[in-house]
């Protein structure tokens, strides 16, 4: 039987509150933390992986050239909006459903089928969800487009979040064994935080090294030609 850390301390007051709001208002509360994050995700994943800073005018404001140089732009705010308007919500809903197909049902053989239909049926809505979110806020302007990106993208997306499942286990046989009870929530909000953090910085890298091969082979390209030119003439 698992053992859970009892609570030794005074839960912070800001701590405290987020819990009330957690219980009164679940979809709001997570909507708003899926928001912040998202936002913070895609900040900091911009400035760690070096993508270089929007580009603003020289008579911009203080606050414009700032908010360039801390890689906070428009899409840092269409992440945050995809946080609160898409992510959270089809979370909520989709283990929320599962939750209730499983409620009161105990053994292995349960464990086992709750896994199977988080993999086999959440983990691909959350991952089409999420590609095809992203195609528009990169700028995608058809449905062809979207469809091209959720194909390209979905089997990367897919293994990203079988290995969550396998940290998931881990993580919470840490919080069953050193965690106190009312502090689950922040800790699995932060695990999940630092895991998505890790992975868009893994792809902007991915980027990044992609537009510098492309702009390699442009320059290796105009180089032959004005060399064959020369040749030829």
Not at 53 to 62: I, L, Y
Not at 75 to 97: D, E, I, N, R, W
Not at 128 to 138: D, E, H, K, Q, T
Request: proline share 5%.
């Amino acid at each position: 039987m698992s053992s859970v850390v009892p609570s030794k301390a005074p839960v912070h007051p800001l701590l405290a509150q987020y819990l009330v709001q957690l219980a009164a208002h679940p979809l709001r509360t997570k909507s708003l933390t899926s928001a912040t994050f998202s936002f913070m995700q895609e900040v900091i994943g911009s400035n760690v992986a070096g993508l270089p800073a929007p580009k603003v005018s020289k008579d911009a404001s203080t606050l414009s050239k700032a908010l360039a140089s801390a890689r906070i732009d428009s899409k840092a705010l269409k992440m945050a909006l995809y946080g609160f308007c898409v992510s959270a919500p089809l979370g909520h809903f989709l283990v929320g459903t599962l939750q209730k197909a499983f409620a009161g049902k105990v053994g292995l053989k349960y464990r086992i089928g709750q896994l199977l239909a988080s993999n086999l049926f959440i983990a691909p809505i959350q991952a089409s969800a999420f590609l095809s979110s992203m195609a528009i806020i990169n700028g995608a302007k058809s449905l062809e487009e979207v469809i091209r990106t959720v194909k390209g993208g979905f089997f990367s997306v897919i293994r990203v979040s079988y290995r969550l499942q396998i940290i998931s286990p881990m993580s919470m046989a840490i919080a069953q064994q050193f965690i106190p009870v009312e502090l689950w929530v922040p800790f699995f909000n932060v695990i999940q935080f630092t895991l998505g953090t890790i992975f868009n910085i893994k792809v902007k890298k991915m980027r990044l090294a992609a537009l510098k091969k492309e702009a390699e082979e442009r320059e290796r390209e105009k180089t032959r030609s004005a060399t064959a030119a020369a040749v030829s003439e």
